[in-house]
């Protein structure tokens, strides 16, 4: 067995399991060891029975005294056993879901676990009803005897991300298996040079303390030096991709002629705000340069960055040059592609519409790709199929990446490498610090927008019950106004009580919105299907339009007024803040409305911070603020390459110290020959030859 031999193999898993781990992206031996754990759960307290005050988690441990089982509607059962452990008694309840038309006993395994005087460990939420202490078991083990040493507790517990099919213990079996010789022949980058040793411990024993770590903080350093060793490897790249650019001439040059871009300005309907002429003018200026723009443009959601956008696409097309937009999904690239066909009309500019749904047929690939290759199209608006081979361009001059906090360096790379050293601007309503964004996408320079066209109300933000939203929905679609309802979920989970798009906007239209029309939108649509969803949405032929978090970049309805974000505690704020930025685009007053029945603390705080600050950058520095230590967040939201162990918020230290070791290997060892430097050589050619693909570009 090695690193890339194939899941399957190993022991308890098999060829099921197997198929079930790969949508974890778990393939062979290396992604399971590397897919570290989301969090912990701290199990190494036992807490006395009688000492359970609060309503939260707890470890309890002690004898089993009593078993029953209740009936509690025709659906739902209940089994309890009585726990004692001489301080006091608690009752351990499991709810399962019966058909009341089987007889099968869905209690069995736990009645033939739960023996009356065995012992049993048990983790969940305590809670005192009626003076009762009751604990709804998350997890449990059953011991023979009080002294025996259990096997899932007195210790941190690892928590997976889990898919159908898998539980956290198959994980963890697996890795008990296979992680100690495994973790041994992962490469390791950083102790191999000496120089750079830290306090950080070698790969291999990263790699085992983050699965079975002793303490959060032994977790916490095993993290950082996995993470070390993925933002050196990114750094690397990066810094070999600037050696080679800074070489490169420019090759695009614009100059100012107005011929569309005087016509676009004076048919548009409003003026530009003095940010956006600000934005404008310094992109021009980078445009006009000897040297390829790299700019971000960052503007808080509705601030307007589509027409400078537009403006600057403008430009390359005066000057007979192609451009490229790309948006991170098909509804989003559609509307763009509507609102520049109407914001150019009459013009002579040709766009075109490039997503997978777009170019299905032979025809319409007939009809799209060649007017691209011959240069006859001048505006490609798309999504990642932009970057797709078949895409091949005349002269690409420009490329706009929308919500880049969606995208990742890579993307951008492989955007770049359809042009001919082109000008780049990126765009993004969820602000990054300025120096993180420099460190992992190189020298840039930053337009803020830093106010919103004018007339806008603020967008009032409650946090009420569902009957009270809805009564304040009513009211809206009453003055004309339409409204957006969100959901965490598309279908009904067992696993979780969550509320799902597509059962509750059936349930929603025959009940308190039955004399209105509504809609539903959800990723599991068919592109069309959604396109056709918004396109009506837009045109005011439904009322409501209840959806999932695809709506949550860039959709612009300026009639939606009332935003009601279910389970809103489900979200980081970030993207309720992109939810809330649906509506308050056009001039009437907006309202966004969070539903929640959540009672932790976090929580709490997060939804108190929306309802008091509608500053996009603001409510990015209390996200940074909150995140917990030991918390593993997902570094994909922001679009970064995804990083198993870094951090790219947290961890901003550990980037730059990753930049300034990158920069002098590269110094000394250009092309990465030197035997001290074999493994980076080997990681950055195999396991990351994604990386690879930037310096190429570069
Ligand atoms: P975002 O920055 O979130 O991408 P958009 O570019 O979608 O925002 O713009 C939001 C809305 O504001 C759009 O309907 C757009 O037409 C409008 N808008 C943009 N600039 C102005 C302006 N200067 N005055 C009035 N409305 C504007
Ligand atoms: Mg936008």
Redesign the pocket.
């Known amino acids: 067995m090695n690193l890339s031999t194939d899941i399957k193999y190993i022991k308890g898993i098999g060829p099921k399991r197997a198929s079930a781990l790969s949508k974890l992206s778990i393939k062979n031996v290396e992604d399971l060891i590397t897919f570290f754990p989301r969090t912990y759960q701290d199990r190494t307290r036992i807490t006395k029975i009688s000492n359970i005050i609060f309503n939260q988690h707890y470890c309890v441990f002690g004898k089993i005294i009593n078993t029953y089982t209740k009936k509690l509607s025709m659906n739902l059962s209940i089994f309890c056993a009585e726990i004692s452990d001489g301080s006091g008694t608690i009752t351990a309840n499991f709810f399962r879901k019966v058909n009341p038309y089987s007889n099968f006993d869905i209690f069995a395994t736990l009645k033939a676990s739960f023996k009356i005087n065995s012992f049993v460990y048990l983790y969940g939420i305590c809670e005192l009803k009626f003076r009762q202490r009751q604990i709804s078991v998350e997890d449990y083990e059953i011991v023979e005897n009080e002294n025996s040493v259990p096997e899932q507790f007195n210790k941190l517990f690892p928590v997976y991300d889990l898919t159908a099919g898998i539980t956290q213990k198959n994980i963890s079996s697996a890795l008990k298996l296979v992680l100690n010789d495994m973790a041994n022949l992962y490469p390791d980058i950083i102790s191999n040079n000496e120089k750079y040793k830290t306090k950080l411990m070698p790969i291999s024993k990263a790699i085992k303390t983050l699965h079975f770590p002793n303490s959060l903080q032994e977790a916490e350093l095993a993290r950082q030096s996995f993470a070390l060793q993925e933002f050196l490897l990114l750094q690397i790249v990066l810094t070999k991709a600037k050696q080679k650019n800074e070489t490169k001439p420019k090759v695009n040059h614009y100059t100012i002629t107005k011929k569309i871009l005087t016509p676009f300005k004076n048919q548009l309907k409003?003026?530009?705000?003095r940010a956006?002429k600000r934005a404008i003018k310094e992109i021009f200026k980078d445009m006009m340069s000897n040297k390829a723009m790299n700019r971000m443009l960052m503007?808080?959601?509705?601030?307007?960055?589509?027409?400078v956008a537009l403006s600057a696409i403008l430009l390359a097309v005066e000057n007979g040059y192609q451009t490229a937009i790309v948006a991170p999904t098909e509804i989003l690239a559609e509307q763009h592609y509507l609102?520049f066909k109407n914001m150019l009309k009459g013009l002579n500019v040709n766009i075109e519409l490039v997503t997978s749904s777009n170019l299905k047929t032979k025809k319409k690939q007939n009809e799209i790709l060649p007017a691209i290759e011959d240069g006859t199209t001048n505006i490609i608006v798309g999504t990642h199929s932009v970057i797709e081979d078949r895409v091949k361009f005349k002269n690409l001059s420009l490329v706009i990446i929308?919500e880049q906090h969606r995208f990742g360096v890579l993307q951008k790379a492989n955007a770049l490498a359809k042009g001919n050293n082109p000008d780049v601007l990126m765009?993004t309503?969820t602000p990054i610090p300025r120096g993180l964004a420099m460190t992992i996408y190189g020298e840039m320079s930053v337009s803020i927008?830093d106010e919103l066209?004018?007339n806008r109300t603020p967008i009032q933000t409650y946090c009420l019950s569902e009957n009270i939203a809805y009564d304040y929905a009513l009211e809206e679609i009453e003055k004309g106004n339409q409204i957006y309802i969100v959901y965490p979920l598309v279908d009904e989970s067992d696993k979780m009580e969550l509320k799902s798009a597509t059962q509750e906007a059936e349930k929603l239209s025959q009940t308190v919105f039955k004399n209105n029309k509504v809609a539903l939108l959800h990723g599991k649509m068919k592109a069309k299907e959604k396109n056709d969803v918004m396109i009506k949405f837009k045109n005011k032929e439904f009322d409501i339009l209840i959806s999932t978090t695809v709506i949550e970049v860039?959709i612009?309805v300026?009639n939606a007024t009332m935003i009601i974000i279910q389970h809103a505690d489900r979200y980081g704020l970030a993207t309720l803040h992109q939810l809330r930025?649906r509506v308050g685009?056009?001039q009437k007053k907006s309202y966004c409305i969070l539903v929640s029945d959540a009672k932790g603390q976090t929580a709490k705080q997060r939804l108190q911070i929306m309802t008091t600050t509608t500053d996009g950058f603001k409510i990015a520095s209390e996200d940074l603020k909150m995140r917990g230590p030991g918390e593993f967040t997902g570094t994909m939201q922001h679009g970064f390459p995804e990083f198993k162990a870094g951090d790219i918020i947290k961890d901003v230290k550990l980037i730059e110290y990753a930049k300034q070791v990158a920069v002098d290997i590269i110094t000394k060892d250009t092309e990465l020959c030197a035997p001290e430097n074999s493994n980076i050589n080997y990681l950055i050619n195999n396991k990351y030859s994604q990386l690879s693909k930037i310096i190429q570009v570069g």
Not at 270 to 273: D, N, S
């Open positions: 409003f003026e530009f705000t956006q503007g808080d959601v509705g601030s307007g960055k589509t027409v609102t929308d765009m309503a927008l066209p004018p860039g612009d300026p930025g685009r056009g």
